[in-house]
């Protein structure tokens, strides 16, 4: 059983900085991978990036690319994501997800924190 719990989302100004943190409280196998995805008012859940446990691979989608970066810290069971030059495109509702196996969906989910970007 994995439990996800994101932290650190709020209020930022465009051109700003934010790092989202999540926990994750459960057995992590180095094959599991990671993943950051964001759903906004009225939009589909989008895929942000995702980091391999076990290697560090990391993953991110074009839209975000050079902006955010994810990473990992393994010995506190704790993955980030940290944005950068922030845009009020980037308001949403951001999760953290588990994937188990390769190929399969994310199997577990955080409840999501809150990222509203203002001009």
């Known amino acids: 059983q994995v439990q996800l719990v994101e932290s650190g989302g709020g209020l930022v100004q465009a051109g700003g900085s934010l790092r989202l943190s999540c926990a994750i409280s459960?057995?992590?196998?180095?094959?599991?991978?990671m993943g950051w995805f964001r759903q906004a008012p009225g939009k589909e859940r989008d895929f942000v990036g995702a980091?391999?446990?076990?290697?560090?691979?990391?993953d991110v989608a074009d839209s975000v690319k050079g902006r955010f970066a994810i990473s990992r810290d393994i010995a506190k069971n704790t993955v980030f994501l940290q944005m950068n030059s922030l845009e009020p495109e980037d308001t949403a509702v951001y999760y953290c997800a588990v994937r188990r196996n390769t190929g399969a969906s994310y199997d577990y989910w955080g409840q999501g924190t809150q990222v509203t970007v203002y001009s």
């Open positions: 980091i391999s446990w076990g290697v560090g691979r990391t």
């Open positions: 459960g057995r992590i196998f180095s094959w599991y991978t």
